[in-house]
């Protein structure tokens, strides 16, 4: 069932590898001016939108992507023909990207309002509840524990009053100018329509110890990543929201073609 490249799917992974090889090696710092950014940050531009598919921040982030593509990727493209295997690529990419954004700009705005209340009426108590709701992985660590432990102690120092308005305002700054990127978006809804198109296809993945059929294998990770993007392990940096954006614009765009079967690319 697996079998050569086809040629939308090599020269998708010739880019990706490519891009990523002279981020690496030429130290080209391709996801700060390509990363997708929160849409009212400074260093937003629309072209993120479409740049950031292409850009990845890891070895480890861009090999299980690409392996993802180099597996189910052929089995689609020549299913679909290459040019409908590269629109529904670049629609589900893109299409993540957007509900990726929109999920950040809700997230932001009410990061802002909570920094206003705060800074509002800078207590101790509303500062650890503040970092307790919106960043609890820095609450962990030693430096915020010792900075509480000392405006606990000294609540009207104007220093350590200050200090706690810079902070929070650095998280805020901080959440706004996280750049997104990779083709996870696009990858996962390759995942959906594989699992859509060929359910019944029993996968052998390492991390199962038994065959699994990929309508079984689509509907876990899908609830998988549902959780992870509303539970917000402290600590996890991962996109959910992208992916689960990536899958329901694959599900749409399928259902739109199957209800349009005499039109071919």
Known sequence: MFGRLTPIVKNLLIINIGIYLIQSFLNVNFVEIGGLRYIFADTFRPYQFFTHLFIHGGLGHLFGNMFALFIFGPLLERFWGG????????????????????????????????????????????????????????????EVQNFLEQY????????????????????????????????????????????????????????????IKAKYFVLFYGLYELWSGFERVPGDNVAHFAHLGGMLFAFILIKVWQGKRNTFY
């Open 152 to 211: 606990y102690d000294n609540p009207s120092s104007s220093s350590y009053i200050n200090q706690g308005k810079q902070l929070a305002n650095q998280l805020l700054e901080r959440k706004a100018n996280i750049p997104m990127v990779g083709a996870s978006g696009a990858i996962f809804g390759i995942l959906m329509a594989f699992g859509l198109l060929f359910p019944n296809t029993e996968l052998f993945l390492l991390f199962f110890p038994f065959p």
């Open 83 to 142: 040019q409908r295997f590269l629109v529904f690529y670049l629609v589900t990419g893109l299409g993540a990207a957007f509900l990726y954004s929109a999920i950040n700009f809700y997230e932001v705005n009410q990061l802002e309002n909570a920094v206003e209340v705060y800074v509002d009426q800078p207590t101790p108590e509303r500062f650890e509840n503040f970092i307790m709701d919106h960043a609890e992985f820095a609450w962990r660590s030693p």
